[in-house]
Every structure is written in C-alpha cells, then in structure tokens.
C-alpha cells in the first residue's frame, strides 16, 4: 500500500502535508527531549514556559510561527525562547518531507518518520545530558530492524551484524575505560553503532561509517579549535549519517557499485 492508495493527490501535496506534519512532530520532540531526561510526563501534561511555569495557550504553541510572533520571548515572564525550538520544528519538516520524497510505500514511511523523531529526540537529549535514554534506542532498534525486513529482506543478516557491532563497541568502551581511564566511546555511541549495523546493508554500512567518521572529525577537530573541547556528542553525528543512508540508501548502493 502507498500514500497514492489513499488518495490521488500529486507527490507535491503529500510534500506539503509532511512538511506541516513535520513542523507539528518538531514541538513534540522538543516536549519528548525536554521531559524525558527529567522523568516528567510526556503525554498527558500541558506545555508551560521553563522560566515562569505558566501554562502556555494554543496560540504559543503554533510551530515556528509563535515563536517569530512572540519575538523569541515568553509572553508573561519575557524570558527568552531559544532559537532551538523553531530550528527544531524546521528540522523535522525537512527530515519528514524527505522521507516522502523517498519512499512512498506506507509501511516504510511509518517507520522511516518514527526513525526520524526518536534519532533527533535521542540528539538533543545527547547535547544536553550526554546521555542516550534506553528506551528510545530499543524503539530505534525495533524500527530499523522492521524497515531491514520490509527493505531487503535479510533481517537475521542485520541482527548478527548488528549485535557484532554493538558488542564490539562495548568492549572498546570498556577497554579503554580501564586503560585510558576514560572510554573512546560511550555505551549509548556502541548501541546507536550497533542500530546502524542492523538497519543497514553491507554496502551502504560503508559509507555510512565514512560518512559519520568524516564528519565527527570535523566536528572533533573544530570544536577543540574552536572551543577547546576535548569530548564531544558523537550520536548526532551518527543518527545525521543513518538518516542520510536510511533515505538515499538506493542512490547509495548504485554509487557503490559505480566505483
Ligand atoms: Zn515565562
């Protein structure tokens, strides 16, 4: 079943519709993030300023367009809304509209659009507590082993790859925990690794390693220059390079094979 099933619309609406849908998921991963690591409800509690408390009314809660009409401020305390929460929204309207530009089959899309809230959830609570809830990674996990089944079938080929990379990843954190008192990779990083190994083939796990490696250098490299950090969050980084080889992973294959 694909969303032209559902109705016959151009792809273009079905952009448009994911772009708004997008936005929408952008403040529930916000909310996800924020009360998550602080063990508060994430369902049933209504959304309140983090300075003052008061509660905030369905018009501050309009993606990215509160937040410009609002002048980045809480309308009772004034405090200042970080540019996060609209770049967030933006985000996963991107994200959203270019899982609908690849694939329109709806099991996929499902678990592609899951994917992509749980990835950028996990980020943000990675740069903010250096630390990637279990719960999320076990939902991640299950995605993408359900997306490794409907995409090329060998799903028992990912769970041992999988599982091999994870458990590789802990060793080396364990590893060099002892003998270098600090561990190269958090036990969340061998995890994510591990996701990775399961959602993706052979071929594009590849260039997804290059890709996550290329751009953790960079990033490494250019926060010690810049800041002069020694440590930095390598899951976004990561989730970054498995969204871009879960999305293009066709295009991906006939590049590799190109070479
Ligand atoms: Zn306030």
Redesign the pocket.
């Known amino acids: 079943m694909t969303l032209a099933d559902i109705a016959d619309v151009p792809q273009a609406a079905w952009v448009v519709i994911a772009a708004l849908l997008g936005l929408i998921f952008g403040s529930f991963v916000t909310a996800l993030s924020y009360r998550l690591p602080r063990g508060e409800d994430f369902v049933n509690a209504r959304s309140k300023?983090p300075?003052?408390g008061?509660s905030l009314a369905a018009r501050d809660l309009i993606p990215v367009v509160s937040w410009i009409f609002n002048r980045a401020r809480?309308r009772?305390?004034a405090?200042v809304v970080s540019v996060r929460y609209p770049l967030t929204e933006i985000l996963m309207a991107v994200l959203f509209t270019s899982a609908v530009w690849h694939d329109t089959r709806l099991a996929e899309l499902g678990l592609l659009l899951l994917s992509a809230v749980i990835m950028v959830t996990l980020a943000i609570i990675d740069l903010e507590t250096r630390r990637l809830p279990m719960s999320l990674l076990a939902i991640l996990a299950l995605a993408c082993a359900l997306l490794r089944w409907f995409g090329s079938g060998d799903l028992a080929h990912g769970l041992i790859i999988g599982a091999l990379i994870a458990g590789l990843g802990l060793v080396t954190a364990t590893a060099t925990r002892i003998w270098l008192g600090a561990p190269i990779i958090g036990a969340g990083d061998a995890y994510a690794l591990g996701i990775a190994g399961l959602a993706l083939p052979w071929a594009v796990f590849d260039v997804f390693l290059a890709m996550a490696g290329g751009l953790g250098l960079a990033l490494g490299v250019g926060l010690r220059v810049v800041r002069g950090e020694r440590m930095f969050p390598f899951a976004p980084v990561m989730f970054a390079a498995l969204w871009f080889s879960l999305v293009f992973q066709e295009q991906l294959i006939g590049l590799v094979a190109e070479l």
């Open positions: 300023c300075a003052c008061t809480c009772v305390c405090s």
